[in-house]
């Protein structure tokens, strides 16, 4: 059967209205290929993976030294338990994770699938490890506007998104703040933890944070015995320019959910690192133990995958290398500004976001769609992304040329004009 055809009578896609999707007119892309930063489709169109495939891909497709380590691991063994067992692999990534961090923080790895699972597993041992300290009206979570972190009923809770979050508020005791300076009404006694994407706010549309905040935040959390758990579901892994987003303060969080990047973007598996003052409430007897995990917790293949991208990063240099991509990225950017519809560019590294609005500085009514229809527009010229609302965005794989790079911006300049007309 045809792929299309088959996709359109069977399968059910992520944050999509079917209808539309399933319409005729509707022309699915089937991506069936690829190579460093650029994408195939079925019919043997080429694209630039502007958004690095829904933000997760590093170091681009088909690295020869990932796909030699998934290779050789295929060759031993594929999944095997992580409940009753061990196996290299995952302590070695555990091993080599942790080492990431100074000395004497960020000292455990508990696995999971994915961003959301990530941050479900920093909830859960926050709210038990609180239990165990005998501090159980520590139950709230404190998150922030336009916050986003994931899907599962735990993480989307969390979310300031109302689109995302719909009607799965009621899981947890949440308190969606508006700003920092609503911390301070807060009766800090009764928090369980902070959460925080750290710098830039990705699902809100690539939103920066103020420089200093999160060291501010952190401040607030010492003073006031709070747990802070750091989502670099999208931040980490080099996209901001350093390892973490996190350095870029000198914080250290209780707990951090790791995931998209942590494989290179090749397959799902994510990690939770936290502390051994958290690991330590967790000893004693059985009742103590946390009771959470996954089938395909610490899957050997994907920790093949993770250790061959953490070996990457040294072998290839990877954040010396990036450097004057990210400053090639700023100034194609700041040409990009010159069109008055791009009423804001904010950029963290190697994440921009272009928001458009009218001339004037009112946005676009959203069942316009102008920032959907831009980014089909762009896929006429070459270039593969999504946007937030109106915010375009461009956060490519880190194997991406300076040329490369002039394309994906020359791309949506074209396809700006296309759709809101000459300047
Ligand atoms: N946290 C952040 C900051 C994210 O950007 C995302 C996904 O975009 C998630 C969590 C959820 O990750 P996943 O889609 O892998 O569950």
């Known amino acids: 059967m045809d792929p299309i055809a088959a996709d359109k009578a069977h399968s059910w896609h992520p944050f999509t209205p079917m209808a539309d999707w399933c319409a005729p007119e509707h022309e699915p892309l089937a991506l069936v290929s690829g190579e460093g930063a650029l994408l195939r489709d079925s019919a043997g169109r080429e694209y630039l993976d502007g958004n690095s495939s829904i933000w997760t891909n590093l170091h681009g497709h088909r690295h020869p030294a990932i796909d030699a380590a998934i290779r050789a691991q295929l060759d031993r063994v594929a999944h095997t338990s992580f409940l009753g067992f061990t196996h290299p692999p995952a302590a070695e990534l555990a091993r080599q994770l942790v080492a990431l961090w100074p000395a004497d923080t960020l000292s455990r790895v508990f696995f999971s699938d994915d961003g959301s ?5 920093a909830l859960k041992m926050a709210l038990q490890c609180w239990r165990q300290r005998e501090q159980p009206q520590r139950q709230v979570f404190v998150s922030f506007r336009d916050a986003y972190h994931g899907d599962t009923l735990g993480a989307a809770s969390l979310g300031g998104i109302d689109l995302f979050k719909g009607a799965f508020h009621h899981g947890l005791n949440v308190t969606c703040l508006p700003d920092f300076a609503a911390l301070g009404q807060l009766d800090a006694r009764t928090v369980a933890a902070v959460i925080i994407e750290p710098l830039i706010q990705g699902a809100a549309g690539m939103r920066l944070w103020p420089r200093g905040l999160l060291r501010e935040l952190r401040g607030w959390c010492d003073e006031h015995g709070v747990l802070l758990i750091l989502d670099e579901v999208m931040t980490g892994f080099g996209r901001t320019g350093t390892m973490f987003a996190c350095e870029q303060e000198g914080v250290v969080p209780d707990f951090i959910a790791l995931a998209k990047g942590l494989t290179g973007g090749y397959l799902p598996l994510a990690a939770t690192l936290t502390t051994e003052r958290v690991f330590e409430t967790f000893l004693g007897g059985p009742e ?52 008055p519809r791009v009423y804001e560019v904010r950029q963290c590294g190697f994440i921009a976001g ?26 006429r010229h070459g ?28 791309a949506l300049e074209l396809a700006i004009v296309e759709i809101c007309g000459a300047a």
Do not use: W
């Not at 610490?298 to 250790?307: D, I, P, R």
């Not at 072998?315 to 004057?324: D, K, M």
């Not at 458009?356 to 896929?379: E, K, N, S, W, Y």
């Open 288 to 339: 103590r133990a946390l009771y959470y995990g996954h089938s395909y917790t610490a899957n050997q293949l994907g920790c093949a995958a993770a250790l061959a991208s953490l070996a990457i990063f040294r072998e290839e240099n990877v954040l010396v290398a990036l450097q004057p991509k990210i400053a090639h990225l700023t100034d194609l950017l700041a040409a990009m500004r010159r069109d």
């Open 354 to 379: 272009m928001e458009l609005r009218h001339p004037d500085g009112t946005p676009f009514p959203a069942a316009d769609r102008t920032g959907a229809r831009v980014c089909l527009a762009a896929r």
């Open 117 to 121: 699972t990530a941050v479900e597993v």
């Open 383 to 410: 270039l593969l992304t999504r946007p937030v609302r109106d915010t375009l965005v461009l956060l490519p794989p880190y194997c991406i040329t300076e040329a490369q790079l002039g394309q994906c911006v020359a």
